[in-house]
C-alpha cells in the first residue's frame, strides 16, 4: 500500500535509522501520492516488459500532456528501477524540472573509462544518458538522508516522487514530439513544483563557512558552463522556486541572488592584491552575472505575464550555446510576449524547417518591433540572427527581407 500524503517529520537523525527517517519527509506543501495522477492510466507506463534498449511509447500530442520521470527512491515506487508516466500536466502530481546542461567536457571525461554505466534503467529496459546527467542522478542518490534547510520544498529531495528531464521525458528522436514538447516548455518550467539547477559536480561548503566574501569560489560559480547553455534563460526565468546543485550541496536561490546584490553594490573582493588573478575580476563580464541578474529583475518586476520581444532576446543571448542553431530561436519562445500573443502563438516550432527558413520567419515576426524601426537597427539584428543561425552573408537579399508581407 501507498503511504498516506501527509506523515509526520521524523526527529532528531541518527546515521542507523537515516534511510527510514528519510523517507517520513514533511515540507511545507503536501508530498504528492505515490500513485500517478488523476485522470491518468496507472498502467499507462512508457516502454514495454521486455529487456533490451528502452523503447518511447508514443505520447497523446494533446495540449497538456507530459512524461515524468518517478524516483525510484520515492516512498510506494514500484520497484528500484525508474518509470516513465504519462501525466497531465495540470491535473497530474507535483514535480521537480531539472536544469542542467547536456554536455559537459569535465563530466565526459569522468566516464571515459567507464562508459556502461552511462544507462539508467526504466523498467526492464536501459535508456543512454549523458555523462552530466548521470551525474546528477548519482548525486541526488546520495543526498538520501541529508536534510535541506528549507521552508518550501521537501527536506529530502533525494526522495521526491516525480521528475521531468529533458533529454529523458521527451522522445529526441521523434521530432513531431519535439515539436510539441518545447511548445509546452513554459508550461513545464513555469508549473513546477521546484526547478533544480544543476551546476555540475564540485562543493559548495565553503559557502557555509564563508559566505560569499571569497572571491574565488563567487567566481568559479559564475563560470561555470552552465549558465552559457540557451536553454536555461528560460528555465531560470520561468521558475517559481530555484534551488541551485553543486556535487552534494544545496543552495537557495534568494542567497545566490544575495550574492549577486553585494557584487552590485561592489562588496566582493578579491581574496589577494592580485586581481588579475581573480575570478572575481571578471564576473562582471561572464553569462553567470548577466543571466542571474535578468533573473533578480524578472522576479521583482513580476514578468511572468508580460514577457520580452523575440528580437530584444535573440540579440540579448545570441552568444549562449545549444547544439542545435534553430534552439537560438525556439529556446527563447516561452519568453517572449508580443502585442499580447505568446511566443509559441507567433509560429510554431517545427525542426523539419531549414535555419534557412527559420531565418526569414523571425525577421517576419519581428519586422513591427518599436526597436527596429531604423535600418542601422534593422542592419544589425538580421546580422545577429544570421550569425547565430550560422547563415552566409548572401542567404537573403537585406533590401528584402524587411519588406512588408503582400
Known amino acids: 500500500m501507498d503511504p498516506p500524503t501527509t506523515v509526520h517529520k521524523p526527529p532528531a537523525r541518527d546515521k542507523a535509522g537515516e534511510l527510514k527517517a528519510a523517507q517520513n519527509e514533511q515540507s511545507s ?32 500530442q494533446t495540449p497538456d500532456l507530459i512524461r515524468l520521470l518517478r524516483n525510484p527512491n520515492s516512498p510506494g515506487s514500484r520497484g528500484p528501477h525508474y518509470e516513465l508516466e504519462t501525466h497531465s500536466i495540470h491535473s497530474g502530481p507535483p514535480f521537480i524540472a531539472l ?56 527536506d529530502n529531495i533525494a526522495y ?5 528531464v529533458d533529454s529523458i521525458c521527451i ?15 513554459k508550461s513545464i518550467y513555469s508549473q513546477a513544483e521546484l526547478v533544480l539547477v544543476w551546476l ?16 574565488w569560489f563567487s567566481g568559479l560559480l559564475f563560470e561555470r558552463r552552465y549558465w552559457g547553455r540557451l536553454w536555461v534563460i528560460q528555465e531560470l526565468l520561468l521558475a517559481r522556486r530555484t534551488l541551485l546543485m553543486c556535487g552534494n550541496d544545496v543552495l537557495q536561490w534568494s542567497k545566490f541572488a544575495d550574492c549577486l546584490k553585494a557584487y552590485g553594490r561592489g562588496e566582493l573582493e578579491a ?19 548577466r543571466l542571474a541578474e535578468r533573473k533578480v529583475m524578472w522576479n521583482e518586476n513580476s514578468c511572468l505575464n508580460s514577457g520580452y520581444t523575440l528580437d530584444f532576446l535573440i540579440e540579448s543571448f545570441h552568444d549562449h550555446e545549444c547544439a542545435d542553431v534553430r534552439d537560438k530561436v525556439y529556446g527563447l519562445l516561452a519568453l517572449v510576449s508580443t502585442d499580447g500573443r505568446s511566443g509559441e502563438n507567433i509560429f510554431d516550432v517545427d525542426y523539419a524547417k531549414t535555419p534557412a527558413q527559420l531565418f526569414e520567419e523571425v525577421i517576419a515576426a519581428v519586422r513591427n518591433s518599436p526597436r527596429l524601426r531604423s535600418l542601422r537597427a534593422r542592419a544589425r539584428f538580421s546580422n545577429t540572427l544570421r550569425k547565430a543561425l550560422k547563415l552566409p552573408p548572401e542567404t537573403v537579399e537585406e533590401a528584402e527581407i524587411w519588406l512588408p508581407t503582400p
Open 29 to 60: 506543501f503536501q508530498s504528492p501520492v505515490a500513485q500517478p495522477g488523476p485522470g491518468v492510466d496507472p498502467q499507462k507506463i512508457d516502454g514495454d516488459s521486455s529487456n533490451g534498449k528502452y523503447t518511447y511509447t508514443p505520447i497523446d
Open 200 to 215: 555540475g559536480e564540485g562543493n559548495l561548503g565553503s559557502f557555509e563557512e564563508n559566505g560569499w566574501d571569497s572571491g
Open 160 to 164: 521526491f516522487p516525480y521528475f521531468w
Open 99 to 154: 536544469s542542467y546542461t547536456w554536455d559537459d567536457p569535465d563530466a565526459e571525461l569522468e566516464f571515459e573509462s567507464r562508459p556502461s554505466e552511462l544507462h539508467i534503467r526504466i523498467g526492464d529496459q536501459t535508456l543512454e544518458v549523458r555523462p552530466n546527467l548521470r551525474l546528477f542522478l548519482d548525486a541526488l542518490r546520495r543526498r538520501r538522508g541529508k536534510l535541506v534547510d528549507s521552508p518550501w520544498i521537501l
Open 171 to 185: 522522445d529526441q528522436g521523434n521530432i513531431t514530439e519535439r515539436n510539441h514538447q518545447v511548445k509546452m516548455m
Open 271 to 289: 581574496p589577494d592584491d592580485d586581481a588579475s588573478k581573480s575570478p572575481i575580476g571578471s564576473i562582471g563580464r561572464s553569462k553567470g552575472v
